[in-house]
């Protein structure tokens, strides 16, 4: 038995108590450190169940849904963690990419703006956002996006 597995034997006495948030949460985690994405899917949905506004199981559980293309799914469990925690970077750019994928682009760097502007080194969104102002600028359609400038702070804010 490999340490992933020993640890999830052992993590399953948490999960013994069906109404142990954390325990759900953990053995989540375990199961996705296994690779066994599905039964993490389970306990996450498990966690948000008994505890809606557990924010990093809503995410989890987005990406995991974002990542097997259910994208009404994975943008209904982010728009629900962002009404707890709004200020969640990374949120915020799963929902940029979730349009990505639904093929709006014209609104994906709204959301990538206010990752930035929440966090400012954030390497994803710095990403996305040149991969959208690339890809418009060959397209010859950039004119319909503001262009990014720094605010006085040095943050990235849009161009309106």
């Not at 963690?81 to 979730?98: A, E, T, Y």
């Not at 990538?112 to 010859?140: M, Q």
Request: proline share 6%.
């Amino acid at each position: 038995m490999g340490r992933g597995e020993e640890a999830l034997a052992l993590g399953k006495g948490c999960c013994r108590r069906p109404n142990h948030v954390e325990g759900h949460f953990q053995q989540g985690n375990l199961f996705r450190t296994l690779g066994r994405e599905e039964e993490a899917a389970a306990e996450f949905e498990k966690t948000v169940a008994l505890k809606p506004d557990a924010v990093a199981a809503h995410y989890n559980l987005a990406n995991y849904r974002l990542g097997r293309r259910e994208l009404d799914e994975a943008q209904a469990g982010l728009s629900q963690m962002s009404r707890f925690k709004p200020d969640f970077s990374r949120g915020l750019n799963n929902l940029g990419n979730i349009l990505r994928e639904r093929g709006k682009h014209e609104k994906r760097p709204a959301y990538y703006r206010k990752a930035l502007v929440l966090k400012p080194d954030f390497p994803e969104g710095l990403s996305n956002l040149g991969t959208v102002y690339r890809s418009i600028s060959t397209s010859g359609r950039r004119r319909d996006l503001p262009t990014p400038r720094p605010d006085p702070e040095g943050r990235l804010s849009g161009g309106h």
